[in-house]
């Protein structure tokens, strides 16, 4: 859905940038305000190509290579709907998100970093894509090895699944620990659905996470100094994966 603006241009219903306006690696944080400190983190030349509803989006260069850094939201239908827009009518051929996640398996501490090759759902939103089918919520596999490959081996950094949760704060009983039990590493609210989406318009998806905090291991919560510290692993790793 095309809406024609006052000026002649194009818009879609959620983003009110113009096609060229993106580049071709969008790198997707759920906060836009850490959108806007991530694009000025990277970037002395972002600029302002998106604010609908306060999500702000930015555009500029990397050692002359062109990047997008945009928020989604929080949980899968935001997200989903940035991304289907990015996606379709705005060029963009990858979206990593950079996020934070709770971490489940015992293995994973607040402060490291996870890189999602699979998100599993409680959500529908998967469901509702092919008849009759549970849907593998996958990463591209070519974002998530020049992820790896970024990480060198650091023993703070895990590949493995996630859970993609549409509550934050609703408990199941027994969940987590079965959720555990199966080696998922966190828990965070929008990757499968962001899998989901790539796979519908054939493009590339990754989710690297900074782990805020942790479910079953009674480690205490990131400080917000710690999540703006730790969080820069976790970027690099995604900016390594944009420029892949
Ligand atoms: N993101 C960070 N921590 C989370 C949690 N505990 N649950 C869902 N999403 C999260």
Not at 55 to 61: A, K, P
Not at 160 to 184: C, M, N, W
Request: charged share 20%; glycine share 10%; aromatic share 6%.
């Amino acid at each position: 859905m095309l809406l024609l603006r006052k000026d002649q241009t194009m818009a879609t219903p959620h983003i009110n940038a113009e096609m060229g306006d993106f580049a071709p690696a969008v790198l997707m944080p759920g906060d836009p305000k850490r959108a806007e400190r991530i694009a000025h983190m990277l970037m002395d030349d972002a600029k302002l190509v998106t604010d609908v509803r306060g999500m702000l989006g930015f555009t500029g260069t990397v050692n002359g290579r062109p990047l997008s850094v945009m928020g989604s939201g929080m949980g899968q239908p935001s997200a989903t709907i940035y991304a289907t827009e990015l996606y379709r009518w705005f060029g963009v051929e990858r979206i990593i998100r950079v996020g934070t996640c709770g971490g489940i398996s015992p293995k994973v501490k607040v402060g490291d970093v996870v890189v999602a090759l699979g998100a599993h759902t409680d959500s529908a939103m998967n469901t509702l894509r092919i008849p009759g089918v549970h849907f593998s919520a996958v990463a591209s596999f070519k974002l998530a090895s020049a992820a790896v490959a970024a990480a060198k081996e650091a023993d703070n950094v895990h590949v493995g699944t996630i859970i993609s949760r549409d509550h934050f704060y609703l408990p199941v009983e027994g969940q987590v620990q079965k959720l555990a039990d199966y080696g998922v590493l966190g828990v965070e609210m929008e990757a499968a659905a962001m899998y989901g989406v790539a796979a519908e318009f054939g493009k590339e998806a990754l989710t690297v996470l900074t782990v805020s905090d942790h479910l079953l291991d009674g480690s205490a919560d990131m400080t917000a100094e710690e999540r703006e510290t730790k969080f820069r692993g976790a970027l690099d790793l995604a900016v390594a994966a944009a420029f892949v």
